[in-house]
């Protein structure tokens, strides 16, 4: 059973930086996609960004060029580095993970372990 473990959430200016990490327990498998989600309230949950065992990262256009998705094997944690941050970035952070490389990384119905979610807030 994977578990996921989100931290780094909290408030921050407009213009300002976070970092979210995802700390991964359980068994580990040599194909797998980890991606970071998000979700505001009365919205759906959308895709932020990915990446898989190959290495291939995929981005939300809406983040792209300010958000950074990496991999630390050795830690097993996933990272998010969110610069240049905008209110409308404000939202439920969730990270998800499938045991499998998929075409689709930003689709949330692909992945099936998902951590509790860290709250990030952007205030203009």
């Known amino acids: 059973q994977v578990q996921l473990v989100e931290s780094g959430g909290g408030s921050v200016q407009a213009g300002g930086s976070l970092r979210l990490s995802c700390s991964a327990s359980?068994?580990?498998?040599?194909?797998?996609?980890m991606g970071w989600f998000r979700q505001a309230p009365g919205k759906e949950r959308e895709g932020v960004a990915a990446?898989?065992?190959?290495?291939?990262?995929s981005y939300a256009d809406s983040v792209k060029g300010r958000f950074t998705i990496s991999k630390d094997n050795a830690k097993n944690t996933l990272y998010l580095q969110m610069n240049s941050l905008k209110p409308e970035d404000t939202a439920m952070y969730y990270c998800?993970?499938?045991?499998?490389?998929?075409?689709?990384?930003?689709?949330?119905?692909?992945?099936?372990?998902w951590g509790q979610g860290t709250q990030v807030t952007v205030s203009s």
């Open positions: 990446i898989d065992s190959d290495g291939s990262t």
């Open positions: 998800a993970e499938v045991l499998a490389t998929i075409a689709t990384m930003l689709m949330p119905f692909e992945y099936n372990y």
């Open positions: 359980g068994y580990t498998y040599s194909s797998y996609c």
